[in-house]
């Protein structure tokens, strides 16, 4: 089987660096959080990466943090402020939560993003060396948040779309990257949380990625069969993406319509997507990106993964497989809870 270099690089970016946060200076007494609102001072985030939250409410409310699934007691000092200090935390984006008497919630001094199912607070810790994350001085393209009708769930579905600066300007027709969310996010995690406009913008400035449009979709269509990772499960949003989305984005946009220019990818639950889906519609794409997917381990139903019987001929028609697509990345990201990450190496031929 053969990995080749990506048609699209920001695959391969967005795999390896994942969710990054701002870069900034942290002094000893720290930086509000780049996710505050109104540059509100709490969340703060000190130089060890530990943050300290801290907010104001009655004698009797007994609140936590519950930051990564680890809780925090707060305590109240005499000015009636509730604080506490979390531990040193790896840099990039984690949900939060407030707990108040066992209730969690938003915290309001946080901007908002739907993630874990719910809408829920966020942290984003501070990385060195992360511009490409950062609005630059470039040409910047556009999200545009549409609708389309969904003929699969009779309604209309949410769908955000990036178009490259140059878009506005010609006639010219792109590629297009279809980007899948994990489980407990939606569409607008790659646009929000991923940041993916920003990247995008920068990288195309340089050089280094090529023109294209992204779609972000809500894959997150109610199967008809059982859930997790199967065929079955897959049936309903293969049928959502194929029929409706796709349909849509071509007669919407300026895309190439072609399965040469056109790429699935996802994170966890959109990698296993891309894999039931992406890899078994060779007529529809030629370029499929997985990025810590538990479809083959590391989750309840998993452990019985069969390549072969998922992926026909990608173990005994290999020729066959790679004439198919262009490009097949697969990758786990270092911070992965459930899989060994995959270390940074060359493209290789196996």
């Known amino acids: 089987m053969k990995n080749t270099t990506l048609l699209i690089p920001v695959l391969l970016l967005l795999i390896c660096t994942g969710l990054q946060a701002q870069p900034s200076t942290v002094t000893p007494e720290g930086m509000s959080?780049?996710?505050n609102i109104n540059q509100a001072g709490y969340p703060r985030i000190l130089a060890d990466n530990s943050v300290v939250f801290r907010f104001r409410g009655p004698e009797n409310c007994s609140p936590q943090i519950d930051l990564c699934g680890?809780?925090?007691?707060?305590?109240?000092?005499s000015e009636g402020f509730w604080t506490v200090k979390s531990d040193p935390q790896?840099?990039?984006?984690?949900?939060?939560?407030?707990?108040?008497?066992?209730?969690?919630?938003?915290?309001?001094?946080?901007?908002?993003?739907?993630?874990?199912?719910?809408?829920?607070?966020?942290?984003?810790?501070?990385?060195?060396?992360c511009e490409l994350f950062e609005p630059q001085d470039v040409p910047h393209g556009q999200v545009r948040e549409m609708k389309y009708f969904s003929k699969k769930t009779n309604s209309w579905r949410p769908?955000?779309?990036?178009?490259?600066?140059?878009?506005e300007k010609g006639k010219k027709k792109y590629p297009v990257v279809y980007i899948h969310h994990g489980g407990g996010e939606d569409h607008r995690g790659w646009m929000q949380q991923g940041r993916t406009a920003t990247i995008l913008d920068n990288l195309i400035s340089r050089g280094e990625a090529e023109e294209m449009i992204v779609v972000s979709v809500n894959s997150n269509?109610?199967?008809?069969?059982r859930g997790g990772y199967s065929n079955e499960s897959m049936a309903a949003y293969r049928a959502e993406l194929l029929?409706?989305?796709?349909?849509?984005?071509?007669?919407?946009?300026?895309?190439?319509?072609?399965?040469?220019?056109?790429?699935m990818c996802g994170l966890s639950m959109g990698g296993g997507q891309t894999l039931y889906i992406g890899l078994n519609e060779p007529s529809t794409f030629a370029h499929a990106g997985m990025f810590s997917t538990g479809a083959f381990g590391g989750i309840r139903g998993a452990s019985d993964f069969d390549w072969g019987?998922?992926?026909?001929?990608?173990?005994?028609?290999?020729e066959g497989f790679n004439r198919n697509f262009t490009t097949f990345f697969l990758s786990c990201?270092?911070?992965?809870?459930?899989?060994?990450?995959?270390?940074?190496?060359?493209?290789?031929?196996?």
């Open 70 to 77: 680890k809780k925090y007691d707060m305590k109240r000092d």
């Open 221 to 225: 269509v109610p199967s008809e069969g």
């Open 33 to 35: 959080a780049p996710t």
């Open 159 to 167: 769908i955000l779309v990036y178009t490259p600066a140059s878009y």
């Open 243 to 263: 029929e409706n989305v796709i349909p849509f984005v071509d007669k919407t946009f300026r895309t190439k319509a072609d399965r040469r220019y056109r790429a």
């Open 333 to 350: 990201g270092e911070q992965d809870p459930r899989i060994d990450y995959t270390p940074g190496r060359k493209t290789e031929s196996i």
């Open 90 to 129: 790896v840099p990039g984006f984690h949900y939060y939560f407030l707990v108040v008497n066992g209730v969690s919630c938003a915290d309001p001094a946080s901007e908002s993003f739907y993630g874990c199912g719910v809408m829920s607070s966020a942290i984003d810790i501070p990385e060195k060396g």
């Open 309 to 318: 019987k998922v992926v026909p001929g990608i173990l005994d028609n290999p």
